[in-house]
C-alpha cells in the first residue's frame, strides 16, 4: 500500500482507541448542556461543517464521493469505496457578569464513517458519531447567617453542579438512485451511552453545629434504536450543473434508560476536604425508564457547478418540546437554526499547483436553540470557515484533508446568564478507493 493509506490506517486505529476512552469522558465544557440530553450533536463531517453545516441537500462534493449522514439519501450517488475519519478540538470561554471568565479546552474523536458502493446507484454506509455531550462544573456561594456574629466569609453555603458523560451514535443506512434525479436513503442507528449529574449542597465551615453536606448523584445509562431517512432530487440544467433539493428527518423514536439515585450526606476535616459519606439517606439502583425522542426535520437547497462552486442553505425544525425522560416533559421549546454557506475551487485541473485545486469554504449559522433560561431564549450565532485540501492520487485512489474552523457566541450576559464565546477545529481524512471490485484477465 501507499503511504497514505499506511498512514490512514495507523490514524484509523488510532482514533478508535481514543472513542473507547471518549465513552466515559466529558466532551464538552458548557453549562448550558445541563439540559435535556446533553448538548446536541448534528451528523455532520467537516466538509459540511466548514460551510455553515449545511448537508440536507448535498451528496457529492467536487467530484468526491462524500459520506453525508444527515441525509442518507446522499448515498446514492457514492460510486468509490469511501472512508472518512475525524477528530475535532472546542476551546471555550466562560463569562458572565460580576464573575471571573474561565477557559476550557477539550479533544475528542469526531467520527468513522464508511461508504460501501452496491450497486452502480447505490451504497451502503455505516459509522460511530457523537449524538449528545454532557459537561459542566460551576459553583454558586451564598451566606445564610449560619452561627453568631461570624462574618458573611465564613458562614457561606457551597452548592456545586457537575455533568459528565455523553451519547453516541452507531448508524447503518442505504441509499439508491431511484430513476435518474431522485435519491432515497435511511439510517438505522444504535444511540447508547451514559450521563452522570450531581448537585452537592456543602456548609464546610460549620461542621462544630451539626450541619451537614449532602450530595445528590443521578447516573443514566441509555440504550436505543433511533431512525433518519431522506430523499434529495436534482435538476441537470447542464452536465455540469445541477440544483438539489433535500428532505430529511430523525424519528421521534424511544430509547431505554436504566438509572441509579444516590443521596448521601457527609462532613469536612480539619484542613476543609470532604469526608467519606457518613450515610446514604437514598440509595435507588435498576431504576427503569424511557426517553422520548423529538421529531427533527431538516431543508435544504443547493446548486452546484462541478468543480468550481457549491453554495446552498438548511434549515431545520426541532420538535424538543416533545422531549419526555421518564414520562415528565424535560422543559425544552421547539428549536429553529439557519445554515448558509458554500466552496469555491479555483482551478481543479490545475497538476502543478495544489492550492489551485483546493476547496475554499465559507459558512454562517444560527440556531435559535430548544433552550429558555431565565426567560431568555438561548442563541448562537457563528462564522464558518475552512479548506479541502486534496493528496496526489495514487493508482485510482483520492485523498482529501478537511479542515473546518467555527468562531461563534452561545448564550448572553443578559439577566444572570453565562455567555459563551468558542472556536471549535475540525480535521478529517477522507479516502475514496476502489475496493471489492472484480478484475478481468484477457
Given amino acids: 500500500m501507499i503511504k497514505y493509506t499506511r498512514l490512514f490506517i495507523i490514524f484509523l486505529l488510532a482514533l478508535s482507541a481514543s472513542a473507547v476512552k471518549a465513552q466515559t469522558t466529558a466532551t464538552t465544557s458548557s453549562p448550558y448542556s445541563r439540559y435535556g440530553l446533553g448538548d446536541y450533536s448534528p451528523s455532520l463531517l467537516p466538509q459540511n461543517d466548514a460551510m455553515g453545516g449545511i448537508g440536507t441537500a448535498i451528496n457529492r462534493i467536487s467530484g468526491y464521493n462524500n459520506i453525508n449522514p444527515l441525509n442518507p439519501a446522499s448515498y446514492g450517488t457514492i460510486n468509490y469505496t469511501t472512508i472518512d475519519v475525524g477528530i475535532y478540538s472546542s476551546i471555550v470561554n466562560l463569562s458572565q457578569t460580576g464573575q471571573t471568565s474561565a477557559t476550557n479546552t477539550n479533544f475528542k474523536l469526531s467520527h468513522i464513517t464508511f461508504g460501501i458502493p452496491v450497486t452502480k446507484h447505490s451504497a451502503l454506509s455505516f459509522g460511530l458519531m457523537p449524538y449528545t455531550e454532557l459537561g459542566y462544573s460551576y459553583k454558586q456561594t451564598l451566606s445564610k447567617g449560619f452561627g453568631s456574629g461570624s462574618p458573611a466569609d465564613t458562614n457561606a453555603v457551597n452548592y456545586l453542579y457537575n455533568g459528565n458523560g455523553g451519547l453516541s451514535k452507531a448508524y447503518f443506512g442505504y441509499g439508491l438512485t431511484i430513476a435518474k434525479h431522485l435519491l432515497i436513503g435511511a439510517n438505522v442507528s444504535y444511540i447508547f451511552g451514559n450521563l452522570t449529574e450531581s448537585s452537592s449542597t456543602e456548609i464546610p465551615n460549620y461542621n462544630g453545629y451539626g450541619f451537614l453536606s449532602s450530595q445528590a448523584q443521578q447516573s443514566n445509562s441509555i440504550r436505543g434504536i433511533n431512525y433518519d431517512y431522506g430523499l434529495?432530487?436534482?435538476?441537470?440544467?447542464?452536465?455540469?450543473?445541477?440544483?438539489?433539493?433535500?428532505?430529511?428527518?430523525?424519528?421521534?423514536?424511544?430509547?431505554?434508560?436504566?438509572?441509579?439515585?444516590?443521596?448521601?450526606?457527609y462532613t469536612f476535616d480539619s484542613s476543609g476536604n470532604a469526608n467519606i459519606a457518613a450515610d446514604s439517606l437514598v440509595n435507588r439502583q435498576g431504576t427503569k425508564t424511557k426517553i422520548q425522542l423529538p421529531q427533527i426535520n431538516h431543508f435544504g437547497i443547493s446548486f452546484q457547478s462541478d468543480g468550481k462552486f457549491l453554495v446552498g442553505a438548511d434549515y431545520t425544525m426541532g420538535n424538543w418540546s416533545a422531549l419526555t425522560i421518564a414520562g415528565q416533559s424535560a422543559g425544552l421549546k421547539n428549536s429553529n437554526t439557519f445554515n448558509v454557506g458554500g466552496q469555491f475551487t479555483p482551478d481543479i485541473n490545475a497538476l502543478r499547483s495544489t492550492w489551485a485545486r483546493t476547496d475554499y469554504r465559507l459558512g454562517f449559522k444560527y440556531d435559535d436553540s430548544y433552550l429558555n433560561v431565565n426567560n431568555t431564549n438561548i442563541k448562537t450565532y457563528a462564522v464558518t470557515f475552512g479548506l479541502g485540501v486534496p493528496l496526489a492520487p495514487n493508482n485510482g485512489s483520492f485523498y482529501k484533508i478537511n479542515f473546518s474552523a467555527e468562531i461563534g457566541q452561545t448564550g448572553t450576559l443578559a439577566n444572570g446568564l453565562i455567555k459563551e464565546n468558542f472556536v471549535n477545529l475540525h480535521l478529517g481524512f477522507t479516502l475514496n478507493d476502489k475496493w471489492f471490485q472484480r478484475y478481468k484477465f484477457e
Avoid at 433535500?246 to 439515585?261: C, E, K, M, Q, V
Fill in 232 to 265: 434529495q432530487y436534482m435538476i441537470d440544467f447542464t452536465e455540469l450543473k445541477h440544483l438539489t433539493f433535500g428532505y430529511s428527518a430523525s424519528a421521534n423514536s424511544s430509547l431505554n434508560s436504566t438509572s441509579t439515585y444516590l443521596l448521601t450526606q
